[in-house]
Structures are given as structure tokens and as C-alpha cells.
């Protein structure tokens, strides 16, 4: 439905404007709850609206860019670095099929956006992540008409798309109402060929595109919503056979909620049924979206603008929402260290070693942990963090290895995680100890290693012996002498491989 600015919202806009910046709390950073719920904000950064940014929700929308929008948006990425803010500029321009459809694309750009988010500084400007074009069907021609309203959209927002990307961000395009493109399957079809050049341009840019998803009837039946609320199904449904390349495409549902008809007053959820029923579609609502690996989100209309838009106003069940939003926060896998090295001499074990893991996200890491090596082992192999730390011990059974590298693998994993799986690698040094007796460094004591020691002798308590003979100084008292020979002795072995104890 179109949603046009009342004149007691322009009021609001005019005095945020003259009120000072406030700087938003700080907020520990965390990833993106898995929630697709949030909010469409309007006017102010209401009490609810800050709970439910401070739920981390994994994408929201701010209207304009007075001060509590900036700071609101301000406070969402200092907590939710990864998060999306989707930016629309509020106007009364208007186009016709009769207009140039690229040449009022650059017009929007220069006129609307752009000296908008030239206003900011270079860190605010950082903080938004895509721009919406015209809202609906305001600004333009879109769906209502000919196929050629279609093509003229299309080639409206293949212009204005690049224009945003130059500008250093993501176009967000089309913003279709609920239940559009209109007519018959084949009707809606049509129209999604028209504009599937803007589409695949979006995505080459990084970009997305919009529904407004909206329930008149607050029913939980998906084969009803897939005509309203779930239609944007309909429209990945023809992309798998029509247009491939389009399948992945991200889609914003950049309002949401209940509207019967656009009111202001008479339309939204609390003009219709209560604040349980709501909360009971929107959570079967937020299970359906979770379905679709294409939605981001969906920013529900709206909060901070109750004298404007009293029916559809969140605030009522802002703490509920927050809640909802906080639950689907992902657990992330923290361990230390990055990487586990151990060295040991051939028929040994090497020591144990430690691992830490920690849950540095949300709620709870429900983490199991693997090897892929028979000689390394982990104890636990499973456990649960909810923030503390977790002492793994990490076993070798290396005495029957030979000599050489080897390289292993702990794998720490949480289906839920929003970082699982993660490796941990493992590299295993085994070498062989010193053979006592083997002066020519060939494994074995044999003939070769008497002549050499012959070389070498001193006699005892004689000059210092030389650098090359100090493997012959097998009793290590100084000298080669009658006692190192004993020992030389002691650890022939001919053509077998030596004792490397013999000379303890």
C-alpha cells in the first residue's frame, strides 16, 4: 500500500532537525540474529525501537536522515557490525511513461538521493548499506498499467541501480506492493520478464529488490499467504525455469505486517484483532521466512511514528519482539590456539595438549568435536558454552609412528553456530633419536664408525677434541679415550639398526 508522509510527520522531521545529535549507547557487537523479523523506523528512535535494535535483528530500514535516524542507525551497526540498514528517502517527485525513463532515473539520483546521503559524514554514510528508490507505485510507472509500464521501470531502475553503486552503495529496487505484479499468473510472469534486466543488474552490483509483505486476514495458511505476504515465493518459483541466473538473488521485505487497505488509522494490526493474534502470525510468519535462504529480512511497518501511523505502531509489542529477535541470535565458535603443534623422538607419545572453546555469540553453543587421525584423540568430545571457557584435552598416540610430519584436523561444530564448522590444525613432528656410536650419520655403528673413531682418539685427559669428533667423546668427559671406545663397543650393531640407549 502506499505509504505517504502525514503532515504531522513532516512536523516531526522539521524538529528532530533541531534538536542535538545524541550519540547511541554502545552495544556489544554480535552477528545477526537468524530471526527475520525487525523494524521499519519513522520519525523516532522510540524506546521500543532501541530494544528491539539491541536485539540484534538481522536487517532494519530508517526513513530519512534526521537525527534519530542516524542515531538509531548508528546504534544498530556499533552492535550488529553485520547487520544491514536499508536507507529510503521520502518525495513527491513523480514521473510519467511519457518521461525518459534513464534520464529520470539520474533525475532521482541528483534530486532525491543523492544530495541526501552527501550530507553525511563519511562514517554515517558507511553505515547504510542499501538504498531504496521511489516507494511503490508513488513516483512512477509500474505495475498497474501495460507491459510497457513494466519495460519503462525496468529501464528506470537499470540506470538508477548503477547510479546508487557509484555512489558506494547496493541498490534496493522496486519496492513492490502486496499483492503485485497484479493479474493472473501469466500476467505477473509477463511482468517479471520485463523487468529481469534491472534484476540481474542488481545482483551484479551486490544488490537486492523489495516486496511489502502484508496479511489482511492474520491467516497461517501458506497457500492463502502465497498470494500476499508469501507471494515473492511465486516470483524465485518462475526464476528456476525462466531466469537461472536470478535464483539467489537477495530480496528485502522492506514492509510488512497487517494492512487491509492503507489507513493510517484504520488499517494496521491494532485496528484489527490484538496484540495476540499478532504475535502469533508474525512468529508462524518469521518460521516461513526462515524457509527461504533468499530473504534477508522483513523491516514490519512501523515504530516512531504513532500520531502519524497509530494503527500500524510497534511500540505495543516492541519488548515481544526484542524478545523473538534475541532468541534467534546465533551461538559463535571461539577456540584457542588457532593452530596445535607437538614434536616427539620415534617410540614416544607425545604430550597432551590443551584446547580451549568458548561461545562468544548468544544463547547456547551446543558444539561436538571430531578428528580425522587415529593417533590424535579429544576429551570431551562434545560440551555446551553459554560464555565460559571449556579445557579440552588434546592425546597423542604417536610411539608407533616412524619418523616424519603428519598433519591432523579437530573439527568444533554447532549446527546452529553462525561460524560452524571450524578447523583446528594439528601438525605432528616425530624424529628419530641420536644413535650413540654412529659417527658418519648413517643409523648404524659399524666399521666405518670404528675407523673414524680410531681418528679421533686423544687419550685421557688430552687436548680438547676437535669439532668433528665430538660425537666420539661418547661419555662426554672431554676427551676420546679407552672408555668412549667401551662404549663404542657397547653400541655395534653392524648392519642392524643401533639401540639408541645403548651407551646410558
Known amino acids: ?71 538509531a542507525m548508528r546504534a544498530y551497526k556499533a552492535g550488529t557490525p553485520n547487520g544491514r540498514v536499508v536507507l529510503r528517502i521520502y518525495t513527491q517527485k513523480r514521473y510519467t511513461a511519457s518521461d ?56 528506470f531502475w537499470v540506470e538508477l541501480a548503477q547510479k546508487i553503486a557509484d555512489g558506494g552503495f547496493k541498490p534496493c529496487a522496486f519496492s513492490i506492493p502486496v499483492g503485485n505484479p497484479p493479474g493472473t499468473p501469466e500476467d505477473m510472469r509477463a511482468r517479471l520478464d520485463k523487468i529481469a534486466p534491472a534484476l540481474l543488474k542488481c545482483k551484479q552490483l551486490g544488490g537486492a529488490w523489495s516486496y511489502h509483505s502484508y496479511t489482511g486476514l492474520y491467516t497461517t495458511d501458506a497457500a492463502t499467504e502465497y498470494w500476499y505476504a508469501l507471494r515473492y515465493r511465486q516470483f524465485y518459483e518462475y526464476f528456476a525455469t525462466a531466469h537461472p541466473d536470478l535464483v539467489n538473488l537477495p530480496i528485502i521485505l522492506t514492509e510488512g ?25 508474525l512468529t508462524w510468519f518469521d518460521a516461513r521466512l526462515r524457509e527461504d535462504p533468499q530473504v534477508i529480512g522483513c523491516t514490519l511497518f512501523q515504530i516512531g511514528d504513532a500520531s502519524g501511523w497509530p494503527s500500524f505502531e510497534l511500540e505495543p509489542i516492541a519488548e515481544w519482539l526484542a524478545r523473538q529477535i534475541a532468541v534467534g541470535i546465533p551461538p559463535t565458535i571461539q577456540y584457542n590456539p588457532a593452530h596445535i603443534t607437538a614434536s616427539v623422538q620415534r617410540g ?48 597423542y598416540t604417536t610411539a608407533g609412528l616412524q619418523p616424519g610430519t603428519y598433519t591432523a584436523m579437530i573439527t568444533v561444530a554447532d549446527a546452529n553456530a553462525s561460524n560452524s564448522p571450524q578447523g583446528i590444525p594439528v601438525t605432528l613432528t616425530i624424529w628419530e633419536p641420536p644413535q650413540p656410536g654412529d659417527l658418519n650419520g648413517d643409523r648404524y655403528v659399524d666399521v666405518q664408525d670404528v675407523r673414524i673413531f680410531v681418528g679421533c682418539m686423544t687419550g685421557a685427559g688430552s687436548e680438547p677434541v676437535a669439532t668433528e669428533c665430538q ?3 661418547m661419555d662426554s668427559d672431554g676427551d676420546v ?3 668412549d671406545f667401551g662404549l663404542l663397543q657397547r653400541c655395534f650393531s653392524g648392519t642392524a639398526l643401533g639401540d639408541p640407549h645403548c651407551a646410558d
Open 1 to 71: 500500500m502506499s505509504r505517504r508522509i502525514t503532515d504531522n510527520t513532516r512536523w516531526v522531521h522539521l524538529l528532530c532537525f533541531a534538536v542535538a545529535l545524541c550519540v547511541p549507547e554502545v552495544l556489544f557487537a554480535t552477528e545477526p540474529s537468524r530471526c527475520r523479523l525487525s523494524i521499519h523506523l519513522i520519525a523516532n528512535y522510540s524506546p521500543g525501537a532501541r530494544q528491539i535494535i539491541e536485539a540484534h535483528p538481522p536487517v532494519i530500514k530508517i526513513l530519512d536522515l534526521h537525527n534519530s535516524m542516524i542515531e
Open 100 to 155: 525518459d525513463p534513464a534520464a529520470s532515473a539520474r533525475d532521482f539520483w541528483n534530486t532525491v538521493l543523492a544530495p541526501a546521503v552527501n550530507g553525511l559524514s563519511a562514517s554515517d554514510r558507511a553505515l547504510i548499506d542499501y538504498l531504496e528508490g521511489p516507494n511503490e507505485c508513488e513516483s512512477t510507472p509500474c505495475w498497474g498499467g501495460t507491459l510497457a509500464d513494466a519495460q519503462w521501470f525496468n529501464d
Open 257 to 281: 505486517g497487517v494492512d487491509t487497505g492503507g489507513s493510517p488509522t484504520g488499517s494496521g494490526w491494532q485496528a484489527h484483532g490484538n496484540a495476540a493474534q499478532y504475535k502469533n502470525w
Open 348 to 395: 614416544q607419545n607425545a604430550p597432551a595438549a590443551t584446547l580451549t572453546v568458548k561461545n562468544v555469540g548468544a544463547n547456547t553453543l551446543n558444539y561436538s568435536i571430531t578428528v580425522d587421525k587415529g593417533w590424535l584423540s579429544v576429551n570431551p568430545v562434545s560440551g555446551t558454552s553459554t560464555g565460559e571457557e571449556d579445557a579440552i584435552t588434546v592425546s
Open 471 to 473: 660425537k666420539a667423546d
Open 481 to 483: 679415550d679407552q672408555s
